[in-house]
């Protein structure tokens, strides 16, 4: 089992910026691919960002350029971080961190963390 946990979220003006965290604990030995996912009211979930294992990235093109994916890999944690730079009030959701682990092929979640940006 994989626990996920986020924190960095908040309120920040149009044009700010934001870093969020994930901090990964348990079977983190089992975990090859990390990002992040965003849902908007009313809106379905969407990819943000990925990180696989040997750092390899992907980008949703509305992200492209502002955003910016990284990965701690620790002794016995897994840190991913998203800095958001440039940040759009369309930026607005709840921020989900994941971990897939290709160990037991499992999807793991974060509980989620806010970003409000403000116009």
């Known amino acids: 089992q994989v626990q996920l946990v986020e924190s960095g979220g908040g309120l920040v003006q149009a044009g700010g910026s934001l870093r969020l965290s994930c901090a990964a604990s348990g079977s983190t030995f089992s975990i090859n691919s990390m990002g992040w996912y965003r849902q908007a009211p009313g809106k379905q979930r969407e990819l943000v960002a990925t990180?696989?294992?040997?750092?390899?990235?992907?980008?949703a093109d509305s992200v492209k350029g502002r955003f910016t994916i990284s990965r701690d890999n620790a002794k016995n944690t897994v840190i991913v971080y998203l800095q958001m730079n440039s940040l759009k009030p369309e930026d607005t959701a709840v921020y989900y961190c994941?971990?897939?682990?290709?160990?037991?092929?499992?999807?793991?979640w974060g509980q989620g963390t806010q970003v409000t940006v403000a116009s």
């Open positions: 994941n971990a897939y682990s290709d160990y037991n092929f499992a999807d793991y």
């Open positions: 990180i696989g294992g040997t750092g390899s990235t992907d980008y």
